[in-house]
């Protein structure tokens, strides 16, 4: 299985920015499917980005259209997630997947289980 190790993640006023990161040990091939999850005690976890390696093919949830842009850099095999115009609601632990896939979110997530340790971000008002 993939171990993927997510990054990025700090406390910042509203309105701010970050950049997180996610890249996987001991897989030097390119997933198909990368895709960014969020969790909160409160909603649980939901799909935030998702690109599609091949062809740059990206999608996002209606909470975050506009402000949080998922990129991929070939080259190092490493994922981002540029989050800008952080509100309160962001606040949550971000958790990435690598699958090879072209579902929606890259993985069934209510059943997957081969989550990373997250990157949690805090956003004050």
């Known amino acids: 299985q993939v171990h993927v190790v997510e990054s990025g993640g700090d406390t910042v006023q509203a309105g701010g920015s970050l950049r997180l990161s996610c890249a996987a040990s001991?897989?030097?091939?390119?997933?198909?499917?990368v895709a960014w999850f969020r969790r909160t005690p409160g909603k649980g976890r939901e799909g935030v980005a998702r690109?599609?390696?091949?062809?740059?093919?990206?999608y996002y949830a209606d909470s975050v259209k506009g402000r949080f842009t998922i990129s991929q850099d070939n080259a190092k095999n490493t994922y981002y997630l540029q989050m800008n115009s952080l509100k309160p609601e962001d606040t949550a632990k971000y958790y990435c997947?690598?699958?090879?896939?072209?579902?929606?979110?890259?993985?069934?997530?209510?059943?997957?289980?081969?989550w990373g340790q997250g990157t949690q971000v805090t956003v004050s008002s």
């Open positions: 997947v690598f699958a090879n896939t072209y579902d929606t979110w890259c993985v069934d997530h209510p059943s997957y289980t081969n």
């Open positions: 001991r897989y030097n091939n390119r997933p198909n499917c």
């Open positions: 690109i599609y390696t091949g062809d740059s093919g990206t």
